[in-house]
């Protein structure tokens, strides 16, 4: 499952480079694909994590990655992830794990991400971008995150299932 | 799945509030400076784009084969404007080499050795473009390797994108105009062909895509259309590099001095291909 784990991740890091890059911002100028694919499949790999403390390793790594690679910072999603990991977490305290609620929870765990970012920024640093641009950002995020956690949810219930995969401990 | 369902601890919440004030001293501190890369973060970055190359190969050449499907109804349009254009180039480029002597007899005479409006070029292609909204950052898939500097200049072939603010051996970040960065102020030149006024990039409007320019007087004229030109003052961007048109003019709240809305000649949702341009007074 481990295994499966890295692969799903290093491919949704690839993901969130075409996407942002060619197929958000070629077509009609939309921005639709643009979403944070990363944490949609960290969310949906969570469950299958009984250790979680190899969950919080690879949750830290992948966050570093995106902070180098995607938005040269420090930490900055590493913290964002741990946190909307916590949200997720609470979300399914009170409901199952299955398909609908796990697209209602990454969505909202997306844009419980951009509306942090949106906060702290406007707390630190006025008219960096206003609220009408954040809308139109969770908007345009809503159909790539319902969509990409659909395809990565079958994919590795599928895998899991075919190959009979445990659980990571 | 063998889910065991706890209740969200106390510690948990401590968890999120020392979180938030991580969050916020890294923005902070994000928002005053550009973070330089480390080597271990530059390597992490090469490799990264290195990867992410290999794969755009595919999706690339299915995008350009889809673009010029679709550009295939213009052609006709494009040749008849193409043939008439290439008919005055043979006089441009005459006038150029003339130009370009005189200026040398310039440079030659008040013993200058560089001007600004010189530098060299490097084509570079698009690799990832940030997904978040405010750090305007593009990468590109040229680095220290091929001669890229900080603060070197970036464009397409429409005009200004932006400059360079960090550089592995193999990548390149760009921070594009669009950003509203108290470090990323430009000085322009707005022309109508007779009178050239410079003023100062301050901003950019999200809402209607406009570039604010302000630091000139109310009393003097700028005209809808006028274009605006990079000056070259300040040491970073070379001059004569077009930035935009004037769409649109207001003065400000002490009725001192005008707000010029410029739209720019890029278009920042749709950039794969760019310039780097290096002064050559950089060297």
């Known amino acids: 499952m481990i295994a499966l784990s890295i692969i799903v991740l290093l491919i949704s890091l690839l993901i969130q480079g075409i996407m942002s890059n060619y197929l958000g911002y070629t077509y009609l100028d939309l921005s639709i694909f643009s979403t944070i694919y990363v944490l949609i499949a960290l969310l949906i790999l969570n469950p299958y994590f009984e250790n979680k403390k190899k969950y919080f390793l690879i949750l830290i790594i992948f966050g570093l990655i995106m902070d180098i690679v995607y938005t040269n910072t420090f930490i900055l999603n590493v913290c964002l992830f741990i946190i909307v990991y916590y949200f997720s977490k609470s979300f399914h305290f009170f409901f199952p794990y299955n398909w609908i609620t796990i697209s209602v929870s990454n969505l909202l765990s997306i844009f419980l991400y951009h509306i942090i970012s949106f906060l702290f920024l406007n707390i630190l640093k006025y008219d960096v971008y206003t609220f009408s641009n954040l809308l139109k950002i969770l908007s345009h995020s809503i159909l790539m995150t319902i969509i990409y956690t659909n395809i990565i949810y079958t994919i590795v219930v599928f895998v899991k299932q075919k190959f009979q995969l445990k659980e990571v401990k | ?283």
Do not use: C
């Open chain 2, 1 to 283: 799945m063998n889910r065991k369902r706890r209740k969200p601890q106390k510690k948990h919440i401590y968890i999120i509030v020392f979180l938030i004030v991580i969050v916020v001293a890294v923005l902070s501190y994000m928002i005053k400076s550009d973070k330089k890369l480390n080597t271990f973060e530059s390597l992490v970055k090469d490799t990264v784009v290195g990867v992410q190359k290999v794969f755009y190969l595919p999706i690339k050449n299915f995008s350009t084969m889809i673009d010029d499907f679709f550009s295939l109804r213009d052609v006709l349009e494009e040749n008849k404007i193409l043939k008439s254009n290439v008919e005055k180039i043979e006089s441009l480029e005459a006038e150029n080499i003339e130009l370009k002597q005189e200026i040398s007899k310039i440079k030659e005479e008040l013993d200058i050795e560089h001007v600004l409006s010189e530098y060299d070029y490097l084509n570079a292609t698009v690799v990832n473009r940030n997904s978040l909204y405010w750090y305007n950052n593009l990468t590109i898939d040229k680095g220290s390797h091929n001669g890229i500097e900080e603060g070197m200049v970036v464009i397409n072939s429409t005009g200004l994108i932006g400059k360079i603010v960090n550089v592995s051996t193999f990548s390149s970040d760009v921070k594009l105009i669009t950003t509203n960065d108290t470090n990323n102020k430009i000085s322009v030149t707005i022309t109508n062909g007779t009178n050239n006024l410079t003023g100062l990039i301050n901003a950019y409007s999200y809402d209607d895509g406009y570039l604010k320019v302000e630091g000139i007087s109310n009393t003097k004229t700028v005209n809808v259309g006028d274009l605006v030109y990079t000056s070259g003052l300040g040491g970073v961007f070379p001059s004569g590099i077009l930035i935009g048109k004037v769409e649109s003019i207001v003065t400000d709240v002490y009725d001192l001095s005008k707000i010029i809305n410029v739209k720019p000649s890029a278009n920042f949702d749709d950039i794969n291909y760019v310039t780097v341009l290096k002064r050559t007074d950089q060297q």
